[in-house]
């Protein structure tokens, strides 16, 4: 993660990082769900700053799949004179959101096709000085209900 700007007010804070991650797709169906490619979109303070390729691929009935991910993000479009920005580097904290859905069909007795979504809403924020995320929490109530 490359950080600018904390030390000198007059010139707006601006972040480059990647980050590898893992997304599982649990399928709780008694049949195969095949899904289409997606993305999921990371942002800060509802600006997009990165996108991340789930390419199409396959759960087996009642299994879990695992899909190694790995998105590069920059705040080129966050706003410069964005408050917010400037207040988490102050906290050493990036606060960051999460969002994707894959659809796809879900395949029983290999004759019954019934279209499925999942959807995925995470909260993070990354730790400025250790460069690791801390507070990761994903579900219906990530960004607090």
């Known amino acids: 993660m490359q950080q600018h700007g904390p030390t000198n007010y007059s010139t707006p804070p601006y972040f480059t990082m990647k980050i590898n991650a893992q997304v599982t797709i649990k399928n709780t169906n008694f049949g195969k769900f095949e899904f289409d490619n ?31 991910v790995s998105v590069s993000l ?7 004179e964005n408050y917010e920005l400037r ?36 909260y993070m924020e990354v730790n400025i000085k250790t460069k ?8 219906k109530c990530a960004y607090g209900c």
């Open 74 to 80: 920059s705040s080129n479009n966050v706003l410069p």
């Open 132 to 139: 690791k995320i801390e507070n990761l929490h994903c579900g």
């Open 38 to 68: 997606s993305t999921a979109t990371i942002s800060f303070g509802g600006f997009p700053v990165g996108r991340a390729v789930i390419g199409k691929g396959k759960a087996k009935a009642r299994s879990t799949k695992r899909v190694d």
């Open 87 to 122: 207040y988490n580097f102050d906290l050493g904290k990036l606060r960051l959101t999460s969002q994707g859905t894959l659809k796809g069909k879900v395949y029983l007795l290999k004759v019954i096709k019934r279209k499925k979504s999942a959807e995925m809403n995470c």
